[in-house]
């Protein structure tokens, strides 16, 4: 309970939160555009 705590209330728990969000977007982006791009040259 603490770690969550400290996850959503502190600065660098916020920052974890908001990196961990912002790479998880990124990878379902460029797993799309990957996809895409295999799916236009056939």
Request: hydrophobic residues 65%; neutral net charge; without cysteine.
């Given at each position: 309970?603490?770690?969550?705590?400290?996850?959503?209330?502190?600065?660098?728990?916020?920052?974890?939160?908001?990196?961990?969000v912002?790479?998880?977007?990124?990878?379902?982006?460029?797993?799309?555009?990957?996809?895409?791009?295999?799916n236009?040259?056939?």
């Amino acid at each position: 309970m603490k770690m969550l705590l400290d996850l959503f209330s502190t600065d660098y728990g916020l920052m974890s939160v908001g990196v961990i969000v912002f790479m998880l977007l990124m990878a379902a982006f460029f797993l799309r555009m990957f996809v895409h791009k295999m799916n236009a040259n056939e």
